[in-house]
Nanobody, 115 residues
Framework: QVQLVESGGGLVQPGGSLRLSCVAS????????MGWYRQAPGKQRELVAD???????NYADSVKGRFTTSRDNAKNTVYLQMNSLKPEDTAVYYC?????????WGRGTQVTVSS
């Protein structure tokens, strides 16, 4: 059974930073490109960053230059370092595979950017 468990969210002031983690189990992690998705209230879920098997990385324009994703295959973990956070980054953040059929979503981790 595949499990995706996100953590690291919280309440942060504009301009602050957070580091999210996602641990995947039940899959051969190193064989999948992984992505960070987010869903803000009333909006569709969107892909904000992804990292391929060989480490190729893509970012949505809205987070480029502020977010950094990385992975540790030995720990089955993907990370999202978020800097210079803005109120519009407020959302529930999820991880999942990319460029492959999605697995069941985890609970996500709430990120709230507010003063």
């Amino acid at each position: 059974q595949v499990q995706l468990v996100e953590s690291g969210g919280g309440l942060v002031q504009p301009g602050g930073s957070l580091r999210l983690s996602c641990v995947a189990s039940g899959i051969i992690f190193s064989r999948y490109a992984m992505g960070w998705y987010r869903q803000a209230p009333g909006k569709q879920r969107e892909l904000v960053a992804d990292i391929g098997i060989a480490g190729t990385i893509n970012y949505a324009d809205s987070v480029k230059g502020r977010f950094t994703t990385s992975r540790d295959n030995a720990k089955n973990t993907v990370y999202l370092q978020m800097n210079s956070l803005k109120p519009e980054d407020t959302a529930v953040y999820y991880c999942n595979v990319v460029r492959a059929p999605l697995y069941q979503w985890g609970r996500g981790t709430q990120v709230t950017v507010s003063s």
